[in-house]
């Protein structure tokens, strides 16, 4: 059996990939984001959204301040448990390439490394989402 056997990948993988396109919207934004609506769904069962922007000589995604801003915000108020468990899932993305910027979860990439590093990007989101429920 060959790995990239055209019926195999006909059989297994070209279902997948169509049910993904289906179910997957993209809307271009006045300020030249891209927002790419995923069926991965986040802990309130609403699938996330991936803003990108092609910078040029990188492409930028980030989560619109969803996930930090939106999804479990946090005050001054907040108990410090909830501080310190942001804290954390935020230091264990980081080693993944995602960073905060402001109330913003972002990853920078190449055109070379997009397809990549948009399904690291999409997997630390949903992560980061369970690790704070």
């Known amino acids: 059996m060959e790995y990239n056997d055209k019926a195999l990948i006909d059989k297994w993988l070209e279902p997948v990939l169509s049910w993904e396109r289906d179910n997957t919207n993209v809307e271009a934004l006045k300020d030249g984001w891209v927002v790419i609506g995923t069926a991965v769904m986040d802990g309130d069962g609403d699938g996330i959204c991936i803003y990108v922007r092609d910078e040029g000589d990188r492409i930028t995604m980030s989560d619109d301040g969803y996930f930090i801003e ?7 108020n907040s108990p410090k448990e909830e501080k310190e468990k942001l804290k954390r899932a935020i230091r264990i993305v980081s080693h993944y390439g995602v960073r905060r910027e402001g109330g913003e979860l972002c990853m920078d990439t190449t055109k070379e490394r997009y ?19």
Do not use: K
């Open 115 to 133: 397809a990549l590093d948009f399904h690291i990007f999409l997997r630390m989101l949903a992560w980061f989402a369970d690790y704070l429920e």
């Open 70 to 76: 939106g999804y479990r915000p946090l005050s001054d």
